[in-house]
C-alpha cells in the first residue's frame, strides 16, 4: 500500500500477462514504470491482432472470463498479485502468395469460418505437412467448417484444404479458374459444392475422398478439364451438374466419360437428364416426374424462352390417382419453350379441380409444342381447358389426342374447352388430330373438337370420332366452338355434336361447315379394295392422312387406277364404289364412307374364242364375255376370259354354252356363303360348258349353293 497525505488508502496489486496478452485499460497508477492495478476494480485484457485466447487462467484474481470473440478477458482485482497464463491462436495472416486469410467464429463462437482474400493465385502446399498456415499457424484445419474464396482469388493450390475433415461448406470466388491436386482432398462432410463459370479445370483428385459429397455444380457454359481420380471415392455422388444441355454436351468424352449417369442440366432449381436424340442438345423428359419438375421450374418463374425439352420416352402416370399433375405454364408464368414429343405417348393424366388454364400446358406465350399423344386422360376443370394446351398463344402441331380422353367442365361458365386446345388466342394449331369426348355442366359456351375458341390460325387438323356436346347459343363445331380468326384444310369424320349420333356434315363450326378454304368440312374414308389405287396424292386441301388412311372431303376428285393387269380381250377395267360419284376413272367424294373395288367388266361384244369340242378337236366359236353383273343370261355362247365370282344364282333364260377360259375360275357362291337356291338355274333349257383346251391350265367351275349346283333341262361338261 502507497499512502498520500492526506488521502484514503487504496489496495493495489499488479498484473502479469504472457507475450501476446495485455492489459489494455488504465492502470490507476505507475510507479518506477510498474502498472497498479486497484482491488475490486475489473481491467480489460486484450490478445494481439490476428490472436484469440484458447485457454486463459488469472492466479490471483477474485474473477476472471474470457468474451464470447475470445478476443479479450476481464480480471477484478483481488488481494493479491495477478499472475495470467494464456493459450493464443492465431486467426489471420498473410500467406507467402501475398493472400490473406483469416478465421471467423461460427454459431458456436468457435473460429471455424475461414476466408481466403486478395489478389492472385493461392500457394500450392505440401500435403506431407499440411503446410498451410491454417495448419502451422492455427492448428485447428480439422475444424474448419466453411472456407470462402474472395473474388479476386484466381486459383485454388495444390493440397489447400486436404484433411479438412469438417469442412462442410466451400464457397469458391467469381475469379477461380483451377482447383488444384487434392485440394479438397478428405474433406469429409462436404456435400455440395458450386464451381462458378470461372472454373475451366479440376486438377489430379481435387476432391477424392470427399465421401459424403453428392452433388457438384459446375456453372462454366463449356468444356471443363478434368484430370484423373477426381470423385474417386467420392461414394455419395449422385449429380455433376451443368448449367445448360449443351454444356452437359461440352463434357462428355475423357475422363467425363466415367460420369455419363451422375451429368444433369439445370432448370431453374430442378435437374434434367440430356439428350441430343431427334436433334440438337435438350432437356431429357422422360418420366412423369420429369414433367412434374418440368412444371414446378416454369409455374415457378424459370423463364423457359429458347429451351428445348424433347420427350425420349412414353410416360405413364399414375391413373389411379384423382389428382396427379399440374399443367406446365400459369398465367403468371408462361411456358415459353420448346417441346418436342418425339410421337411419343403420355398416359394416365388426371387433373379434377376448378382453375382455368388446364391441359398438358396450361398458358403458352411463343412456345413450339410438337408430336405430343395423350390418351387416357380426364381432365375435370374450369375454362380455358384442352388436351394438349388449355391457353394458347404459340405453335401446337402435330399433337394427337385419342379417344380415351375425356374433357369434363366442372361449373356452369367453364367455357372455351377443346380437344386440342381450349383457346387459341393469336397461336396456331396445325397438323393435329383429336377423338376425344369433351362434356359440359351446362351454361356453357365455345366447344370444338380442335379448339373451343379461335382467335388464332387452325390449319390441316382431324376432329375424327370426337364427341362435343351442345353449347349455349350453339358454340360448339367439331373443329371449332367459334372462330374469329383462321381456318383452313380442317377436317371432322364421324364426330358426335350436339347429338348422340354422328353429325355428317354441317356441324364444323357453330353448328355450320365453313368451306371457304375448307375451313371446317366432313371428311370421309375411301376403303380400297384388293387391286385397287388412288392415283391422286394427299394434299392439305383435299383432306388428312390418319392411322395409315385416308379421310377425303366431300367433293374431292380422285382418280382411281388399278393393279388387275392387261385387261383380256372383250373385258375392260371397271370401277364400283358405295357412295359417292364415279365417273369413269374419276371418283368424286360424297357425303358417306366409301369402298371402291374393280374388276374388269364385258364389252359386251362378240369374239371369236377358240374351245375344244366334245369330240377332242379344237374349234372356233364366237361369244360375248361374261362378267359378275350377268346374272340373267339370254340365249348363246359366252366366255369367261377374267376370275367371276358371283354372289348370288346365275339365271339361264335360253340355252346357254360358256367357253372357260384358260387359268380362269368361274365361281357361284362359296363354302362360306354358298348362294340360295340353285347355283345355275334353268330347267327347260340345256347348259353346256366347253374348256379352251386341253392342257394343266385350263379353266375351272365352281359352284356352292344351298340347293342345286346346276339345275338345267340338259348338262354337258366337255
Given at each position: ?6 488521502a484514503t488508502?487504496?489496495e493495489v ?5 504472457p507475450?501476446?496478452?495485455a492489459?489494455?485499460?488504465n492502470p490507476y497508477f ?6 497498479y492495478y486497484k ?5 480489460t485484457?486484450?490478445?494481439?491482432d490476428?490472436?484469440?485466447?484458447t485457454?486463459f487462467t488469472?492466479?490471483?484474481a477474485a474473477?476472471?472470463?474470457?468474451a464470447s ?8 482485482i ?8 494464456a ?8 500467406t507467402?502468395d501475398?493472400?490473406?486469410w483469416s ?12 476466408t481466403?482474400s486478395?489478389?492472385?493465385?493461392m500457394?500450392?502446399y505440401?500435403?506431407?505437412d ?7 499457424d492455427a ?6 467448417t466453411?472456407?470462402?474464396?474472395g ?20 464457397t469458391?470466388?467469381?475469379s ?8 479438397f482432398d478428405?474433406c469429409d462432410?462436404?456435400?455440395t ?6 472454373v475451366?479445370?479440376l486438377?489430379?483428385?481435387a476432391?477424392y475422398?470427399?465421401v459424403?459429397?453428392?452433388?457438384i ?6 468444356a471443363?478439364?478434368?484430370a484423373?481420380q477426381?470423385?474417386?471415392?467420392d461414394a455419395a ?12 454436351q461440352a463434357?462428355t468424352t475423357?475422363?467425363?466419360?466415367a460420369?455419363?449417369?451422375?451429368r ?6 430442378q435437374?434434367?437428364a440430356?439428350?441430343?436424340?431427334g ?7 422422360a ?9 414446378t421450374?416454369?409455374n415457378g418463374?424459370t ?9 425420349t420416352?412414353?410416360i ?28 411419343l405417348t403420355?398416359r394416365g393424366?388426371?387433373?379434377n379441380?376448378?382453375n382455368?388454364y388446364?391441359g ?9 409444342i ?5 390418351a387416357?386422360?380426364?381432365i375435370?376443370?374450369?375454362e380455358?381447358?384442352g388436351?394438349i394446351?388449355?391457353y394458347?398463344?404459340g405453335?401446337?402441331?402435330n399433337c394427337?389426342?385419342a379417344a380415351d ?10 367455357d ?6 381450349g ?7 396445325s397438323?393435329c388430330?383429336?377423338?376425344a369426348?369433351?362434356?359440359s355442366?351446362?351454361?356453357n359456351k365455345?366447344y370444338?373438337?380442335i379448339a373451343?375458341?379461335?382467335i388464332?390460325?387452325l390449319?390441316?387438323n382431324?376432329?375424327?370420332g370426337a364427341?362435343v356436346?351442345?353449347?349455349s347459343?350453339?358454340y360448339?363445331g367439331a373443329?371449332s366452338?367459334v372462330?374469329?380468326?383462321t381456318?383452313q384444310?380442317?377436317?371432322?369424320h364421324?364426330c ?6 354422328i353429325?355428317?356434315?354441317?356441324v364444323g ?7 371457304a378454304?375448307?375451313?371446317a368440312v ?15 396424292e394427299?394434299?392439305?386441301d ?5 392411322g395409315?388412311?385416308?379421310?377425303w372431303r366431300?367433293g374431292?376428285?380422285l382418280t ?11 373385258y375392260?377395267a ?7 360419284t364415279?365417273?369413269g376413272?374419276?371418283l368424286?367424294?360424297?357425303?358417306a ?11 359386251g361384244?362378240s369374239?371369236?374364242v377358240?374351245y375344244i369340242k366334245?369330240?377332242?378337236?379344237t374349234g ?6 361374261l362378267d359378275?353383273?350377268?346374272t ?10 377374267t376370275?367371276?365370282n358371283y354372289?348370288?344364282?346365275v339365271?339361264?333364260d335360253?340355252?346357254?354354252t360358256?367357253?372357260l377360259g384358260d ?5 357361284v357362291g362359296?363354302e362360306?356363303s354358298?348362294?340360295s ?5 334353268g330347267d327347260d333349257?340345256?347348259?353346256s ?5 386341253t392342257?394343266?391350265?385350263k379353266?375351272?367351275?365352281?359352284v ?13 361338261i366337255?
Open positions: 500500500q502507497i499512502v498520500a497525505p492526506g488508502t487504496k496489486h499488479t498484473i502479469s500477462c507475450s501476446g496478452l492489459v489494455t485499460s505507475t510507479y518506477n514504470s510498474t502498472k482491488k475490486d476494480e475489473t481491467y485484457l486484450t490478445a494481439d490476428g490472436k484469440v485466447i485457454a488469472a492466479t490471483g474473477t476472471s472470463s474470457v470473440d475470445k478476443r479479450t478477458a476481464t480480471v477484478k483481488g488481494s493479491s498479485d495477478v499472475t495470467v497464463t493459450t493464443l491462436q492465431t486467426i489471420s495472416g498473410t507467402e501475398g493472400l490473406s478465421l471467423a467464429q461460427d454459431g458456436s463462437g468457435n473460429y471455424t469460418r475461414l481466403i486478395g489478389t492472385g493465385a500457394k500450392n505440401n500435403a506431407i499440411t503446410s498451410s498456415p491454417w495448419y502451422t492448428p485447428w484445419g480439422n475444424g474448419v466453411s472456407v470462402t474464396i473474388n479476386d482469388v484466381t486459383s485454388i493450390g495444390r493440397y489447400a484444404f486436404i484433411g479438412c475433415q469438417s469442412l462442410a461448406t466451400a469458391i470466388g467469381s477461380v479458374t483451377d482447383i488444384g491436386q487434392k485440394a478428405h462432410a462436404l456435400t459444392v458450386t464451381l462458378p463459370a470461372s475451366t479445370s486438377h489430379q483428385g476432391f475422398n470427399c459424403k459429397l453428392e452433388r455444380d459446375i456453372e462454366h457454359d463449356g471443363v478439364s478434368l484423373g477426381v470423385f474417386q471415392n455422388l449422385q449429380y455433376i451438374v451443368f448449367p445448360s444441355p449443351e454444356a452437359e463434357n475423357g475422363n467425363w466419360t460420369f455419363a449417369e451422375k444433369r442440366a439445370k432448370f431453374g432449381n435437374l434434367f440430356v439428350t441430343t436424340e436433334g440438337p442438345a435438350a432437356y431429357a423428359i418420366t412423369d416426374d420429369d414433367l412434374r419438375n418440368l412444371a421450374a416454369v418463374g423463364d423457359s424462352s429458347g429451351k428445348t425439352f424433347r420427350q420416352d412414353n405413364d402416370f399414375d391413373n389411379t390417382q384423382e389428382n396427379n399433375y399440374t399443367p406446365i405454364g400459369n398465367s403468371s408464368h408462361h411456358f415459353c419453350g420448346n417441346y418436342d414429343g418425339q410421337g403420355i393424366i388426371r387433373i379441380n376448378s382455368k388446364q398438358i400446358f396450361g398458358w403458352t406465350d411463343g412456345a413450339t410438337q408430336g405430343i399423344t395423350l387416357d386422360a380426364i375435370t376443370s374450369s380455358y381447358t388436351g394446351v388449355g394458347n398463344h405453335t401446337v402441331s394427337h389426342v380422353v375425356f374433357i369434363h367442365a366442372v361449373i356452369s361458365g367453364a372455351s374447352h377443346g380437344g386440342i386446345v383457346n387459341n388466342n393469336n397461336g396456331t394449331v397438323d388430330t383429336s377423338a369426348t369433351l362434356t355442366s351446362g351454361g365455345y370444338g373438337g373451343g375458341y379461335n388464332g390460325t390449319s390441316h382431324l376432329a375424327i364427341v356436346p351442345a353449347a347459343d350453339n360448339h373443329i366452338g372462330n374469329n380468326r381456318l384444310n380442317n377436317y371432322y364421324a358426335r355434336v350436339a347429338s348422340n349420333d353429325t355428317a356434315t354441317n363450326n357453330k353448328s355450320a361447315d365453313v368451306t378454304n375448307n375451313g366432313p371428311a370421309f374414308l375411301v376403303t380400297l379394295a384388293d387391286g385397287v389405287t388412288i392415283q391422286t394427299m394434299a392439305d383435299l383432306g388428312f392422312t390418319y395409315g388412311n385416308d379421310y366431300t374431292a376428285a382411281l387406277g388399278n393393279t388387275l393387269g392387261e385387261a383380256p380381250e372383250g375392260t371397271s370401277y364400283v364404289t358405295t357412295a359417292g364415279l365417273n376413272t374419276t368424286t367424294v360424297g357425303s364412307d366409301a369402298t371402291v373395288s374393280a374388276t374388269f367388266r364385258s364389252d361384244q369374239h371369236t377358240t366334245a369330240d377332242g378337236t372356233t366359236h364366237d361369244a360375248i364375255p359378275a353383273t350377268m340373267i343370261l339370254a340365249a348363246g355362247w359366252y366366255y369367261v376370259g376370275n367371276i354372289t348370288q344364282t339365271n339361264l335360253g340355252d346357254v360358256i367357253i387359268g380362269c375360275t368361274m365361281s362359296t362360306q354358298p348362294v337356291g340353285d347355283g345355275i338355274s333349257y340345256s347348259f360348258i366347253y374348256a379352251q383346251s392342257g394343266d391350265s379353266g375351272q367351275l365352281h356352292n349353293a344351298t340347293d342345286d349346283a346346276i339345275y338345267a333341262e340338259n348338262v354337258t366337255s
